[in-house]
């Protein structure tokens, strides 16, 4: 599964490579800044002119390129979305595309854990992405319906349709519950890691924390409940 997750980081380091290139496109620069002081601002303490002044552009190109600051907000979501969107629908397929030996629930539940932690791990966007979620939820901007046409509707059907084929018998009407269970888990050991390796007195980080193991642990921790709550069905 390494090498899943490999193949994972390496498309989000080209990614990231896009992003800091010193070659990178006016919108790119503007989605950049724009970001990072939603983050660190919010929405309503951001104006235009900041972002543009941040990205080294001209107030007029915020509206030229985005039509203003509520469409620029909802595209610094939609690429971080689309990203995501694309990396676990792929750790999907390529598990569920195998053959010999067919796919195991463990490998999915691994493979789509990886592809679900790596892009908010990695540290050119993870923590302040994250920061940008945390945001949202209490202060929200986006309509309602971006998060679930860019992210959930894709990928929740699919990842049901994988978990009731890697593990038959399973009740159908479960598997949202299941998964709202796994997306949980790492989400908060998301938050976890950024807790924990703040440094603390001398410099010391808080806690060793290793995302890898907490994510491993999900897996296993999860396999096991399904597989337990399938036998209770058949009861």
């Excluded at 309602?144 to 699919?158: D, R």
């Excluded at 193991?213 to 337990?228: L, M, N, Q, T, Y």
Aim: proline share 3%; net charge neutral.
């Amino acid at each position: 599964m390494k090498r899943v997750f490999e193949k994972n980081s390496m498309a989000a380091a080209k990614n990231s490579n896009r992003d800091g290139s010193s070659a990178k496109s006016v919108q790119d620069r503007l989605l950049d800044a724009a970001e990072e002081l939603f983050c660190e601002r919010g929405f309503d303490d951001t104006g235009v002119r900041d972002i543009a002044a941040a990205a080294g552009c001209n107030i007029a190109s915020v509206n030229y390129y985005f039509r203003g600051k509520d469409n620029l907000y909802l595209e610094v979501w939609r690429r971080r979305l689309v990203l995501m969107r694309q990396t676990r629908l792929a750790s999907i397929d390529e598990i569920m595309s195998r053959e010999d030996p067919p796919p195991r629930l463990e490998d999915l539940l691994r493979s789509y854990a990886y592809a679900f932690v790596q892009p908010m791990a990695n540290e050119n966007m993870g923590r302040q992405f994250i920061k940008l979620m945390a945001r949202e939820m209490i202060d929200p901007h986006l309509s309602e319906n971006v998060l679930y046409e860019e992210l959930i509707k894709p990928t929740v059907p699919a990842l049901h349709k994988a978990l009731v084929k890697t593990c038959p018998g399973l009740d159908e009407s479960k598997t949202l519950l299941m998964i709202l269970s796994i997306v949980g888990q790492l989400m908060h050991a998301l938050h976890t890691k950024g807790f924990f390796e703040q440094t603390h007195g001398h410099g010391k980080k808080l806690f060793e924390y290793s995302l890898t193991d907490a994510v491993e642990h999900i897996v296993k921790f999860s396999a096991a409940g399904i597989r337990a709550y399938t036998k209770e069905q058949d009861k």
